[in-house]
């Protein structure tokens, strides 16, 4: 490209010329013309070359950056997607669409006899003449298979356990039941759990010593 250096030095050569033109020089007047051109030359092609070069580059490092630009923004749109997803699935899973299947107790009674599966003699205060006590529980089950135990707790230290399979059932009745004996007066619990040892239900009674 031409450039202000080259305007000078054509110039500078011109004066030159007729100075030697001037002088009859012929000799010198060809020497500053070829030195002349050739100054030219060596730098118009050179720098045009390099303004081409410097453009390409240009091109291709833009090219670089609007490829850089995408990918972050098509990563950050799939994450996004993922986390939709994950999400959904997150809550199609945790019940919020659905009722949470839970085991509870509907009904816990201590009676001195089970008739026809209901108990029957239900109180809270026994005297201990009585030959036995049951425990009667009625489970509403959501689940195909389960268990429930009764802890039976005398003067606050467990006496005996019992655990019962049960079905799938809103009122699947079961029960434990233990032997009286006169020298078991006191306080009496009943604790209904799991497996996991989470209770359910409990229910408390006191044995008391029959007057003679």
Known sequence: MFNIHIFFVILATIILIIFAELQKLRKIT?????ACTGYILLNIGPNTSKEIIEQSNNEEVLEQIGSIELEPSNVIENTENEVSKIKSTAISTTGIETDTLVMSINSLQIATEIV???????ARLFL?????LYCYTSVNNPFEENTVVH??????IEYFNYPMAIRESDNWR??????IRPQLTGDWMVTVTD?????LAQTEFTILETEE
């Open 195 to 199: 497996t996991l040892g989470n209770i």
């Open 30 to 34: 060809w020497i500053l013309i070829i």
């Open 151 to 156: 802890h039976w707790y005398f003067n606050n």
């Open 174 to 179: 079961c029960w434990s039941v233990i032997t």
């Open 116 to 122: 026809d599966r209901e108990p029957m003699g239900a």
């Open 128 to 132: 201990n003449d009585i030959e036995q």
